[in-house]
Structures are given as structure tokens and as C-alpha cells.
């Protein structure tokens, strides 16, 4: 079946620190990857996704077929990283799309 | 910009009440969704509809039902609502033009059934 795990519902890093943010998929074939972002009280909206290999606001994620996994990374975290976090894969042509857990990551100041 | 709108942002409803929650999207989207977030659990597609009158069970359909008459719309209906429906529920839409399209979120509606 096809599916997205984030292993960390929570994570928690100092200002300034790296911050990786773990994705594993379960798909057979070459997947197309988001990330999905929630700012507190704002709605949920796409970070970057796979094909574009952009960095948006310092974060990048590299898929890595080997390892099965679309990390998200960011070398020096701000306190404005704040936000709850989604990776997620297209199903069915890609019309629908299936979310991992979640995880919340806090920068502490 | 893409603007997803739903109606009713906070709702207390009593158990067994019918309740509608109402979306509408001014992009012209084939594709329309409706999640629910719940915390530890993530993002779960409860329907999803890809034309006028077209719908499809998502991963948790039991206890709701969706209407789409309008393209523009898209209705998630609790027949008889229960406690374990309180929850955050999310509408999305998506064009079908292209491959992993971006899907586009509304602010929420926070359901809470007493």
C-alpha cells in the first residue's frame, strides 16, 4: 500500500540549529513528494515538493530512493519555523494526495 | 491567489444532529476534497470529488456524506453527528491540469459535538 510515515510527532530545536524533519514512503515507482506547512492560526499550504528541487524559506528535501525517504532539512532554524509539518505523496493519477502524521516543530529561542 | 472558503470556521453541534459543512473555491477546480486533522493522526481524506455530481470515498467515509451540485461547491454532510466526529475538518481543491498538482486548503472548521 502506499503510504508516507513521519516517525517524530514532536520535535523541538534551538534557534539557530540544523533541523531535519524524517519522511519515509512506501510507493512502487518513482514518487512525486510534498511538503505541506501550518503556520499557527493560518491554513495548511504547500512548502515545496520534490520536482522543483527549489528551497523555499532555507528548507530543502532531497528524495533518496534507496532509503525510501523525502527529509526535510534546514541548516540554521528560526523561531518563525515554527508550524506543524506534513510530507505527503500522490495517489490515483495523482488527483489525491495521502498525508503522513504530522510533526510539530518548535524553535526554542 | 487560489482562495478555498469555508463557511463556518467554529461549530458546537449536539449528537445526532445533522450537520452541514460548506466549501466553495473561485478557481475553477475540477478536484475537491474533504480532510479531516486530527491530532496524531494526521490528515485523512474522507471524500473526494473530481467533477460535478462525482464523488469518491476517501480512507474514513462511515458517518459522512458529500454533496457537489456546483463546481464551485462541496458539501460535507454529518447525517447523525457523534462525539468521536469532533474533530477539525479541512476542504481542499485542485486543478486536474498536470501531474501532483498543488491542493489548496481552506482555514478549517473546528467541529465540536456535545
Known amino acids: 500500500a502506499q503510504r508516507v510515515t513521519q516517525p517524530e510527532k514532536l520535535l523541538s530545536v534551538f534557534k539557530g540549529a540544523p533541523v531535519e524533519l524524517k519522511c519515509n514512503y512506501s510507493y512502487s515507482g518513482s514518487p512525486e513528494l510534498f511538503w505541506y506547512v501550518q503556520y499557527s492560526r493560518q491554513r495548511l499550504q504547500l512548502l515545496l515538493r520534490h520536482i522543483s528541487r527549489e528551497s523555499i524559506k532555507g528548507f530543502t528535501a532531497d528524495l533518496n530512493k534507496g532509503e525510501t525517504s523525502f527529509h526535510l532539512k534546514k541548516p540554521f532554524a528560526q523561531e518563525e519555523d515554527s508550524a506543524m509539518y506534513y510530507c505527503a505523496l500522490p495517489l490515483q493519477g495523482a488527483q489525491k494526495l495521502v498525508f503522513g502524521q504530522g510533526t510539530r516543530l518548535t524553535i526554542n529561542p | 491567489d487560489v482562495k478555498v472558503t469555508q463557511s463556518s470556521r467554529y461549530l458546537v453541534k449536539r449528537t445526532g444532529e445533522k450537520v452541514f459543512l460548506e466549501c466553495v473555491q473561485d478557481m475553477d477546480h475540477e478536484n475537491m476534497f474533504w480532510y479531516r486533522q486530527d491530532p496524531g493522526l494526521g490528515l485523512r481524506l474522507i471524500y473526494f470529488?473530481?467533477?460535478?455530481?462525482?464523488?469518491e470515498k476517501g480512507d474514513i467515509p462511515e458517518g459522512y456524506s458529500v454533496s457537489r451540485e456546483k463546481k464551485e461547491r462541496f458539501s460535507l454532510i454529518l447525517e447523525s453527528a457523534s462525539t468521536n466526529q469532533t474533530s477539525m475538518y479541512l476542504c481542499?481543491?485542485?486543478?486536474?491540469?498536470?501531474?501532483?498538482?498543488?491542493?489548496?486548503f481552506g482555514e478549517g472548521s473546528w467541529l465540536t459535538v456535545v
Open positions: 470529488s473530481y467533477d460535478v455530481k462525482m464523488k
Open positions: 481542499a481543491s485542485s486543478s486536474t491540469q498536470g501531474f501532483g498538482n498543488t491542493i489548496y
